[in-house]
């Protein structure tokens, strides 16, 4: 089996970050590598996949699995390395034992491997996903997730069952959400209260489809599916759902406030910062700010002694302060979770326990009864962020859900979709879980 699992707890910031480097050097001197399978084979983990492969001490990527099996296989040819085709666990483990690399389309067997310690998930697929999720929880693997997508819509239930099985479930540093909660907690480690915790974002159009959006996805080897929910809000409605639920911070608004700026030092003049400190905090994002790749939290002290400090550190007068990260690097960072996860038994960001935020479905063009909804960056929908008390009372259909759900009424542009608008697809394990987590935490 793979390593011996302890029980979790949160990673409190960055700064816990700072031994890893040696930690996995033991473990390449040592040659006891933690071993990854990877599920997906698109632009994110391609990226990943790179930095495990090539700049990665203590750290061995063993297997990938595809449904299209020759992007799994290119990934590997990229840096020279010749996979070997797997159908089963025996074949498998004997390749990771011949210290080889394989392929597969079957990301079960990565899940059902002796050898395998955690399973990367950057398929950004929920139904696929919560598969795989609950496939590798129950074989004790870690998972570490590239995948906000399944995060948001289920992840309070798969965070419940990984603390059962006594393994970490966690999304991942260098993605936005990762990154937000490592400065989050460094905010409380200070002594402040965060009151905002935010991503900033260049571009929204809700009205975006792949069709407008292919030619850039083309330029940038992504998938104009991929290349649509980065801009028609659904990426950062998602992103923001999982902050929501790890910190238990609400959205002040459905849809985030979002306001426009150039700098994210503005934010203080932009956000009705007294209402939100009095309703005690809030998840949500900024347009068109610098830096531009970059996350921010808002945080409030009314210490005298702290207010004095800050300011001669040149944070301002207070008693709001910005911090921001001008950057997240996604799939470079990705590994420092699994690190965390196999070595430190840290999760980066997992729900603290029942759904705080949820992601809306909302028609994208007047739709009409028995059309067909095609999800996540498509033609038909975008994701908006509203808080879960109101999503559940309104009977609202979560975004992540929404794939190929067929309508029974004509919805209007711009309006909320409900289950008593759909019929939703047979036998989906994700609608399963989802009507478990709302039994768990209701």
Not at 76 to 102: M, R
Not at 135 to 157: F, Q, R, Y
Request: hydrophobic letters at 40%; one cysteine or more.
């Amino acid at each position: 089996m793979g390593r011996k699992i302890r029980s979790s707890h949160s990673r409190s910031s960055d700064i816990l970050n700072m031994n890893l480097d040696i930690k996995l050097n033991n473990l390449r001197v040592e040659n006891k590598p933690i071993l990854v399978g990877l599920a997906g084979a698109g632009y994110a983990a391609s990226g990943f996949a790179n930095q495990l492969l090539t700049n990665t001490p203590g750290m061995k990527l063993v297997a990938i699995s595809n449904r299209t099996i020759s992007k799994a296989d290119l990934i590997y040819k990229k840096v020279n390395i010749t996979a070997s085709h797997v159908s089963n666990k025996t074949q498998l483990d004997q390749v990771i034992k011949e210290h080889g690399h394989a392929i597969t389309d079957n990301a079960n067997l990565l899940c059902e491997s002796n050898l395998i310690d955690v399973i990367v998930d950057a398929t950004g697929d929920v139904e696929f996903g919560a598969h795989l999720a609950l496939k590798a929880i129950e074989n004790n693997k870690h998972i570490v997730l590239v995948n906000a997508e399944l995060d948001s819509t289920i992840g309070p239930i798969l965070k419940h069952y990984a603390d059962k099985n006594g393994v970490i479930y966690t999304q991942t540093d260098g993605d936005q959400p990762g990154v937000i909660m490592n400065l989050y907690r460094y905010v409380k480690l200070l002594g402040l209260t965060p009151i905002v915790a935010g991503n900033i974002k260049s571009v929204l159009d809700h009205f975006r489809t792949p069709e407008t959006q292919k030619k850039w996805a083309m330029e940038n080897n992504q998938s104009p599916l991929l290349a649509t929910t980065a801009v028609d809000g659904t990426k950062i409605a998602m992103e923001m759902a999982t902050v929501a639920n790890a910190t238990g911070l609400k959205t002040g608004i459905r849809g985030m406030y979002g306001p426009k700026m150039q700098h994210v030092n503005n934010s203080l003049e932009n956000f009705p910062l007294e209402k939100i400190l009095n309703n005690e905090g809030i998840v949500d994002y900024i347009l068109g700010a610098e830096p531009s790749f970059g996350v921010f939290v808002i945080a409030y002290t009314d210490n005298p002694e702290r207010q004095k400090y800050l300011k001669m550190y040149k944070m301002g007068d207070g008693p709001y302060y910005v911090f921001h990260r001008p950057f997240h690097l996604c799939t470079l960072e990705t590994h420092i979770s699994i690190a965390e996860a196999v070595i430190n038994n840290n999760a980066t960001l997992a729900p603290l326990a029942g759904p705080v935020c949820d992601v809306i479905t909302i028609a994208k063009k007047d739709l009409k009864k028995g059309e067909k909804l095609d999800g996540i960056g498509g033609f038909t929908a975008y994701g908006m962020l509203e808080n879960y008390e109101t999503s559940i009372k309104e009977n609202l259909l979560p975004m992540g859900l929404s794939k190929d759900c067929v309508l029974i009424k004509d919805v209007k542009k711009n309006e909320a979709i409900t289950y008593k608008d759909i019929v939703l697809p047979v036998d989906r394990l994700s609608d399963k879980l989802r009507n478990d987590q709302a039994k768990l935490f209701s």
